[in-house]
């Protein structure tokens, strides 16, 4: 059996990194390129799988009764346009760095299970998600997805705050 070279091991590594509309998980995705594939290029250490959850629309409408049936369509069509904005501006964010060989993916339900189960799918090294530093009662009442995931998730979990402003 032959033994891998350290190029070979690093070649078959993955990063899953998670996005959503928001401007800090975009931050996240560019930290993510700059601190680990830019600098690399073009013999990136990691695979790269960028990965949005798209909740399911009952989930999102929190409502209940009989009108809710037709409003499902509506609040399902916005939210797989927010899904390709999302993809859209992760792989120009990508392209902007040079990075091209990526995998893009878009699943249904929760951020949190989307992301661990993605982890678990590509067999993930690392997963790289940023926070949007909810204080610890927002935290325990909404939950946290960086929170759920570095409890969760079977490898290394990077959670990335955006840098404080001094002023």
Known sequence: MKEETKQERQQEEVMVVGVDESELSLYALQWTL???FARFAPHFPFKLVVVHAKPRPASVIGL???RV???LPIVDADLRKIAA????KAKDICNSRSVHDVTFQV???HARSVLC???EKHHASVLVI???GHGAIKRA???SVSDYCSHHAHCTVLIVKRPKIEG
């Not at 904005?85 to 859209?88: F, L, S, Y």
């Open 141 to 143: 009442v909404w939950g």
């Open 69 to 71: 049936i037709e409003v």
């Open 130 to 132: 940023g926070s949007h």
């Open 64 to 66: 209940a009764g009989p």
């Open 107 to 109: 699943k249904k339900y």
């Open 85 to 88: 904005w999302v993809t859209q």
């Open 34 to 36: 700059d601190c680990f």
């Open 117 to 119: 189960d993605a982890v």
